[in-house]
């Protein structure tokens, strides 16, 4: 199987959540939980690329290893802070106990990005807050007005996800703040890898949930969703709307955000826990989604849209029409980017490869259904459509990976898809569309 070139994948062995996203002195650095000597999560660590062009990234030594006592089975999730231009992770040690297990949030801190040295002090926050169950981990840290503040995913007695949140005025000595958001436990037991982020005026935070329940109306026991809202640092409360979901393809999880200033720039593990992975028998598993921006919709909804430097890896015009009311071509596997542009009430787009059919995603008057054959047959997920035409639909490709975005990152859809062969691409929309266009680019870095 060819590797996808584009995105973050290990050299080798498992990985899963993306950590520590961080932009330092200019570098971008992506962490990941990685473990090279294993297909499995079984001796995780921290895996660590830099790029100075969120494009081409630079394979690091590893950035933690499970070695101490309070870490020794697991560096799991956690974030990146610059603080008097050192960096630092602060970062969850799991420790098996015969029956369950410990979680502690750990210090680990560089002066140059890619020697880091863990903190003689660990665990800078040693036991869960009253009400949380062992189950307390992936910390999120962020600086404001000179204080640190960290969220971090949990899940009550009663098994119901939760965040609570904690203030440090040096990274080291940490205060209990509260609960920052929680739930009635119709949205998953456990809520993984919180993220909170500014975007413009608007508060965003993210979460993981597991332990979903189809009766509840979700797809799967995992997915990421978010609230929007406002966060008041004086009062300790964070107002928001109700939990909304980020993507809507089969593998997407634990995504986390990189702060670049204005720009706030999201990567997801590729991948549920569920996901199968067949690149395993090449030596590797699981990957990271292309980076996106995230933007705040003027109904408050999020936007994550790939992010312009993609363009850059534009190489050659595959195709080039006006698709009319149905269209078809068959283009080779490789890593591309199709545009469709125009208006368009109601459209199938279909992939298949030289066996049988793969993908089908239909836009109908009020619902996007995206149906795939997966390991265990063909499978759907849906969302809700609130727009009246679709203007535009961008689709990534990377040898087996599936990218949907649209209406500039209005409802998107990442899956894994594993073509044998060429691929053949079709479109039924409605009626003709003399302003519709359709590009298919290949890529390369
Ligand atoms: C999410 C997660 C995190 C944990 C990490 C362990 O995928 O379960 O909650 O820190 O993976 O690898």
Redesign the pocket.
């Given at each position: 199987m060819n590797k996808p070139i584009y995105h973050i994948t290990p050299e080798k062995g498992w990985m899963?959540?993306p950590n520590g996203l961080v932009e330092y002195n200019g570098v971008y650095h992506v962490f990941y939980?990685a473990d090279p000597e294993h297909l499995i999560?079984e001796n995780?660590g921290w895996g660590h690329k830099i790029s100075s062009d969120l494009l081409h990234w630079e394979e690091c030594q590893p950035a933690l290893l499970p070695d101490q006592s309070y870490d020794r089975d697991?560096c799991?999730?956690g974030s990146a802070v610059i603080k008097d231009d050192k960096m630092y992770l602060l970062y969850?040690g799991h420790v098996n106990q015969e029956s369950g297990y410990i979680e502690t949030q750990n210090l680990a801190v560089s002066k140059d990005g890619i020697h880091f040295e863990k903190y003689d002090g660990n665990p800078v926050i040693k036991n869960p807050p009253a009400d949380t169950t062992m189950r307390f981990?992936?910390p999120k840290i962020w600086e404001k007005n000179g204080n640190y503040y960290a969220v971090i995913?949990g899940e009550t007695e009663d098994k119901c996800g939760k965040v609570v949140y904690y203030r440090s005025r040096d990274l080291q000595e940490y205060t209990y703040c509260g609960v920052f958001a929680d739930s009635d436990g119709s949205i998953g037991n456990m809520w993984?890898?919180p993220n909170f982020v500014q975007i413009g005026n608007t508060d965003v935070l993210i979460i993981?949930p597991k332990g979903l329940e189809k009766e509840n109306g979700f797809s799967a026991s995992f997915e990421s969703g978010y609230m929007t809202g406002k966060m008041n640092y004086e009062e300790g409360m964070f107002s928001h709307a109700s939990y909304k979901k980020l993507d809507h393809g089969f593998d997407f999880?634990?995504p986390q955000v990189m702060e670049c200033g204005d720009r706030k720039i999201l990567f997801a593990?590729f991948a549920i826990?569920d996901s199968p992975g067949k690149e395993m028998e090449d030596g590797w598993r699981h990957l990271l989604t292309i980076p996106r921006e995230l933007k705040v919709a003027s109904d408050n909804s999020l936007l994550m849209t790939p992010i312009e430097e993609l363009k850059k890896l534009r190489t050659k015009v595959l195709e080039k029409t006006v698709p009319g009311a149905s269209w078809n071509c068959n283009i080779e596997n490789q890593p591309l980017e199709l545009l469709l542009t125009g208006r368009y009430e109601e459209l199938c787009f279909e992939i298949a490869d030289k066996n049988e059919s793969l993908l089908e995603l239909t836009l109908k008057k009020d619902n996007i259904v995206l149906k795939q054959k997966r390991e265990d047959g063909w499978q759907i997920r849906t969302c809700s459509y609130y727009d009246d035409i679709m203007r535009k639909l961008q689709i990534y490709m990377d040898y087996s990976t599936i990218e949907v975005f649209i209406n500039d990152g209005r409802y998107v859809f990442s899956s894994r898809i594993y073509p044998v062969g060429s691929l053949d691409f079709r479109i039924n929309a409605a009626a003709d569309n003399e302003d519709g266009s359709l590009k298919i680019y290949s890529l390369s870095l």
């Open positions: 899963n959540d939980q999560n995780i697991g799991f999730t969850t981990r992936d995913g993984e890898c993981s999880y634990a593990w826990p």
